[in-house]
């Protein structure tokens, strides 16, 4: 059983920036591809970024291009999702999961994912 737990999120004004991270446990995390996700209020949860297990491929949501940037470090069994010039509508609970996966794949679809944390509140004032 795998562990994920989320950090990093707060209260922020647009245009300032956040770092989130995830830090999983149980499991050999370089077996595994990751992503980010969120929910706002009233609405489903969306992808926001993926990356593959080694960390060598990478993609995010159209909404978050060139704003975020997914990394990891697997010494340290560690994800992260740096956010830059945040909006308002980024508001939402941001999760992080993870899928078993050596290969060079990200998902961009939650529901191949096999692990989940328990979300991280970020909101960001006009």
């Known amino acids: 059983q795998a562990q994920l737990v989320e950090s990093g999120g707060g209260l922020v004004q647009a245009g300032d920036s956040l770092r989130l991270s995830c830090a999983a446990s149980?499991?050999?995390?370089?077996?595994?591809?990751m992503g980010w996700f969120r929910q706002a209020p009233g609405k489903e949860r969306e992808f926001v970024a993926g990356?593959?297990?080694?960390?060598?491929?990478?993609g995010a949501a159209d909404s978050v291009k060139g704003r975020f940037t997914i990394s990891r470090d697997n010494a340290k069994n560690t994800m992260y999702l740096q956010m830059n010039s945040l909006k308002p509508e980024d508001t939402a609970v941001y999760y992080c999961a993870a899928r078993f996966s050596s290969g060079g794949s990200y998902y961009r679809n939650q529901n191949v994912y096999n692990y989940w944390g328990q979300g991280t509140q970020v909101t960001v004032s006009s």
């Open positions: 149980g499991r050999t995390f370089s077996n595994y591809a």
């Open positions: 990356i593959s297990s080694t960390g060598s491929n990478t």
